[in-house]
């Protein structure tokens, strides 16, 4: 048995699995994300752990025999957040996770320190608010007393990992999209590091994905009851875990994943960036190998935002059936999803959300529709980039909660112009995560040979409607002119 913990923005999920691919049992539990401030957006590691110990708990008590047999552990984790411990490994201030976008004025300071040559170079991403760099520089410029307090920083999984074995690490998919890694040579970035005065002895020591971090310890045998003593590996972001839940281990195909955000991914068995720093590139969770995509912060947030705040419905299958009563196009009307920013590849933390053409014949279901299909544009520019990269995929893998949705994915395969298919596996950064540690213990030859043997997808597959490819094609031009024409008005 395998048991594979994924610790998302809104809710930590823990699934346990046979090692042929039979899943037993998968739990959830969620969180909120809180604002204390606007623009800010932070997490209380406590949180997630009370949720990670409640859903294990749980899983026991439901499926004693299975969870007495786990022979180890795998995690996956949202990514960029900062976790800032002290000597006993206790949070010095609330995560400061990836949404967030006080470090504006720190965004400067690197820039001003570190040329965009030599972060291109060595971080292969353009610094942006919510990843832990500039969190961290934050913290030392705002908070000094808590930055002279920290021992260690890490991201979310490392934190529930520590709490499991008592060890602090990280790895280098979670590592470099951090910002503290040289990513091209997979080690800490120590020259960049010094030009802004942050000390290398608060790095934790660095691995890859599926080296043992540790084993689980005897309190936290008491907290979660799972046996002492199973290993842990190291695990991986979640956009790499679930890529390779989605078995996107090879070259050749491309995920599109709409959870809380969004992302367009691919595999790529060399170092390879965009020079113009308009996507990202991490390392993979696959020793060696790199991930390319393009994220967008809110993907399926800005759905959950017109859902609960505007028009006050409780369903998402409802919101989905309405949308799904509309015709392709939305009657007209368009929706930028900016509306906390946006990451790839504008890289406008004020840049906002529209609604465009609205008129008195629209409703909420062409509002559903236009968000979807919104979304989907602003992912058909990151795959677009991907394509200048000569990174291409004959099909898209379809991920995350959007996968719930069949309009949605109808909707993807429309404007992305590529099929569409869907793992049979709902939970791929849990898959992912369990395929890594049985990677990492021996149990499956390679991450390639447990992909190719445990992930199913369904048999149904979303072609592309030619008959509306003109009219996608026009609105995805209006969708870049709506946003031409109103970012001068932003703050």
């Known amino acids: ?30 969180y909120e ?24 708990q749980g899983l026991k008590a439901e499926y004693p025999k299975a969870m007495s047999q ?42 001003e320190k570190i040329s965009r040559d030599e972060q291109a170079k060595v971080f292969h991403n353009r610094v942006f608010n919510g990843f832990a760099l500039p969190s961290l520089l934050w913290i030392k410029n705002h908070e000094p007393e808590n930055f002279a307090r920290i021992y260690k920083v890490f991201q979310p999984k490392d934190y529930i990992r520590f709490r499991l074995t008592g060890e602090m690490g990280t790895e280098v998919s979670d590592a470099s999209a951090s910002l503290f890694l040289d990513v091209g040579k997979r080690k800490w970035a120590e020259n960049c590091l010094a030009k802004l005065d942050i000390p290398t002895g608060i790095l934790p020591q660095l691995k890859e994905s599926t080296n043992i971090a540790g084993y689980v310890n005897h309190t936290a045998t008491v907290e979660t009851g799972l046996r002492e003593g199973i290993p842990a590996v190291y695990g991986a972001g979640d956009q790499q875990a679930q890529s390779i839940g989605n078995g996107a281990v090879r070259e050749g195909l491309v995920i599109s994943n709409i959870g809380t955000g969004a992302q367009i991914s691919a595999y790529a068995a060399k170092n390879l960036y965009d020079p113009k720093l308009r ?27 017109l859902k609960e705040q505007i028009l006050h419905e409780k369903s998402f299958e ?51 529709r236009a968000v979807m299909e ?20 004959e099909r898209i893998l379809a991920s995350g909660g959007a996968c719930a949705s069949p309009v949605w994915l109808q909707i993807q395969a429309d404007i992305l112009g590529k099929e569409v298919q869907v793992c049979r596996t709902k939970e791929q950064a849990c898959l992912g995560a369990c395929i890594l540690a049985g990677a990492g213990l021996g149990i499956y030859d390679s991450i390639e040979q447990a992909c190719k043997e445990l992930v199913r997808f369904d048999e149904k597959i979303y072609e592309p409607r030619r008959e509306y490819e003109q009219m996608y094609l026009e609105n995805y031009e209006k969708f870049h002119g709506i946003y031409e024409g109103t970012k001068k008005y932003l703050r």
Request: hydrophobic fraction near 40%; glycine fraction near 14%; charged fraction near 20%.
């Open 33 to 56: 994300v809180h604002i204390p401030r606007e623009g800010w957006a932070e997490q209380n590691p406590q949180e997630w752990w009370e949720a990670l110990c409640e859903i294990l």
């Open 279 to 305: 996507t990202h590139t991490f390392c993979h969770g696959i020793p060696g190998g790199y991930t390319i995509y393009g994220a967008m912060l809110s993907g399926g947030l800005s759905l959950k935002w």
């Open 70 to 111: 786990i022979s180890g552990i795998g995690f996956s984790g949202q990514m960029h957040g900062l976790v800032a411990v002290d000597r006993e490994g206790i949070p010095v201030r609330p995560a400061i996770i990836w949404m967030d976008q006080r470090a504006t004025e720190e965004l400067e300071e690197i820039g």
């Open 374 to 393: 919104g979304v989907t544009y602003a992912l058909r520019d990151s795959l677009e980039i991907l394509e200048e990269m000569r990174i291409s995929g």
């Open 318 to 368: 409802k919101l989905s059936g309405l949308a799904e009563a509309v015709e392709p196009g939305s009657g007209g009307m368009i929706f930028l999803p900016y509306l906390a920013g946006e990451r790839t590849p504008l890289m406008n933390p004020d840049a906002r959300g529209v609604f465009f053409g609205m008129s008195l014949e629209h409703t909420g279901a062409h509002m559903a």
């Open 1 to 30: 048995m395998l048991l594979g913990i994924d610790i998302g923005t809104s809710s930590i999920k823990a699934m346990v699995m046979e090692e042929d691919g039979n899943v037993i049992g998968i739990k959830a539990k969620g």
